[in-house]
């Protein structure tokens, strides 16, 4: 029980506090790449607290309970990674963090806000049967849904599962919003929605879903490692290399729109699912 | 001034206009003059293949005159900068800011004219073409 | 989701300036698009009763301040034109280098701000970037690097030595050698032919009768380009305009891109035959009688009809700028595009509204 | 303690709104060459936020008129406190070669409280940089003034 509570205050600790450091390294590598020397590495922490301590304007009600449920729900999916349980559990609870994010954006009446939350909609309807494939895949190959049995394997399941970690890594692009998918809001201004899904949400709440989105990465860089869940240094590495390509992509890609984005995610999503989850059916 | 020039009328700008874009010439800009308390100058510029023409209209302050919007579309937005600047007033405007391009709806005078005169409406109007 | 009225601007990060569109959108699809103006308006023409014929340049400077040697130019010249002065040769080549300086580094901003609507931040950082290697030039050349103020009438007022025009050449190599670079990424990357490919299309009858101009209009096969009228010293100067023929946002980028590789060959033929002599000549007497003037400015070909009567103040001024020319362009383009492809329909067409509104 | 860390954290992690009220492009294109990598304001923390309801400093270039008054207002008026606003550019300070122009109400400081001036025509990115962190300042000011 003790080490249960353990855990579940490392997870909540260091969830955020990981997901914060790797988007400080993000826009470092990010200005590096386009030839500038970038933020400290704890902008990201800079930021957060600045705006804890900044006016509150809360829009409305609801919109201040949705940042608060989102902020719950990724980091209780982050805990739940944390304790090894119920994979389905911790993506559905992921989704739902999520649609509290929109309803709190369409709840206000900016249009910004409202076309954002849409698009952000259309996104999660593209990844979300992703993710699920994903799962699928994982107990294809374990028999279970649960994360104690991917540890228990003996062998990563990258080298059963490597078009499945395609399919992962592109809904990791989407939901980092980097560059061909930023369509509902953006990390730069230069959006024609502004931003978007965030517009409304300002001092302590964005706060809030800033935090949550650090839960976010960290959960889902921590569904990355479990790909190479036999050896940690392999599954860092793993991760790595994997966060690195999103910084490459992120600055060779153009924003598309959500048209392409729709046919792209599914079309390739699911292509790339099938086949694996076909070889290792017939297998 | 390079470019010939052609004096008009209110009565024959329209048609002018007409015969000029079918001779191939694209629409280039009209600059409005104030001459003096009562008459103002309207120069309509055109071009062709860097060739130059111009039509001078000379109107009275508290006339309308015919917009040649329908002809070349690009005019709205010169027309209405003149509207708005010079309070002469043209009517058929493909689109019409009724003095809102650059002011706001409360101003009466027209800021360019140096005989400050406030916007009363136009007493004269052109013969049906 | 149904009918939304988005409206964009007049504070918007895509487009610096503030211009408002008020946007009507079925489904992300923009059906009705009605831009307002007056934001920036100042009433500039006005300024002429009040200011005389030689500190109206600073003024007509400002119109614009990334055009702004140009249109001192262009009003150079008509009040040269009208007062009968000769400019002495060199005056006129120099006219031309940093007028071409100028041109390339408004399109370089251009690209950037256009990689940038498109979403593609890093292709804004490395264009920016090549673009400061000509802000350094004209800051080492005039002391300042946006409003160069070079022009006066009967001339200009700095002279480049030998091992300036040296150092230009040198720095635009290295210039060239960089944006070779990233030709391939802003010409053949998928994503932005994706974005920019088809979008906006005008055809070469619907450009040539909105009186469109510039690079808007030569995209869509259109040849047209004021420094075709030989002013300044392009008669000595071999030039050819660039002309694209789909008319579509792809298009109109390739032109610019093209252009600011034109602009290098321009300034490096015009140091190759940079005449000595004197840099300007003294002007006597007062402006009398009416003018047209017309130069190619990086948005278009830029107008002015100017009209003196014998005092130091000019009796009218009237200024008509390329993107004056081009915004009937947008209200024709916008609708049926998509609300993504609104910065990038807009910003194709390279809006200046403070030369708009002036 | 807190305090001390919220003061620290706003100094390095001002996030600003550019707003052109009417500039000639100068001084508004000096704002966006800030970002770029020559010069990269991000090292101070400095993102382009596009929306006044993020944004902590208020740049404002330009001349105010009769019309974008109430767009200067409104902006500043939708950024949640503390806020800084800096005037860039001979036209934001006075108007500047403008000020007699028919449409030209002033300076900024006309319209909202301006905290820094930035002077030149236009702004070098160097000074626009400086009035930043000038701005910066300004917050431990208000800071106080705050607690006090």
Redesign the interface.
Known sequence: MIRHGILIAAALIFGPLVGGLISGMDRILTARVQSRIGPPLLQPFYDVIKLLGKEKVVVNVWQAFCANAYLTAASIAVVLLCLRSDLLLILFIQAVGSVFLVVGAFSSTSPYSQIGAHRELLQMLCYEPLLILVAVGVYLQTGSFRIAAVHALHQPMLLKLPFLFLVLGLVLTIKLRKSPFDLSTSHHAHQELVKGLLTDYSGPLLALTEIAHWCDTALLLGFCSLFWATNPIGALLLVAVTYLMEIWIDNVCARMNWRWMLGYGWGMGMALSLVNLVWLYAR | MQGEIMDIGLDNLLGETARIKVEGYRFVTISCVEINEIRMELLYHFDRNFQLKHLRLSISRDCRAPSISPVYFAAFLVENEIQDLFGIRFHGLTVDYDRTLYLEKDVKTAPFCKFAVVEKSPVCEEKTP | MTRTIIPFGPQHPVLPEPIHLMLTLDDEVITEAVPAFGFVHRGLEKLVEIRDFHQMIYVVERICGICSMLHAMCYCQGIEEMMGIETPPRARFLRVIWSELHRMHSHLLWLGLFADSFGFESLFMQFWKIREKILDIDEATTGNRIIVSVNVIGGVRKDLTLEQTRGILSELKSVETELKRLETTILNDYTVQNRTVGKGVLTAKQAYELGLVGPTLRASGVMQDARMLKYAAFDDIAFTPVVETDGDCYARCKVRFREVFQSIDLIRQAIGKLPNGEIAVKVKGRPDGEVTSRVEQPRGEVFYYIRANGTKHLERLRVRTPTFANVPALLTMLPGAGLSDVPVIVLSIDPCISCTER | MFEK??T???M??P?M??????????????V??CL???Y?V????V????????A?ILLVT??V????RN?LRN?YDQM???KVVVAIGACGLTGG??R?????VGGVDRVIPVDVYVPG??A?PEAIIDGVVMGLEKFMEKQHVDIS
Request: hydrophobic letters at 30%; glycine letters at 10%; charged letters at 20%.
């Open positions: 860390i919220l620290r954290a706003r390095r992690s996030w709104l550019h707003f052109d009220c009417g500039s000639c492009n100068g001084c508004d294109i000096e966006l060459a770029t990598p020559v990269d991000e090292r101070f923390g993102v382009n936020t596009g929306n006044p309801m993020h902590d330009g001349t008129n009769h019309r974008n767009v902006l949640p406190g503390p070669i403008f007699q122009a028919w449409n030209v025509c236009p070098k």
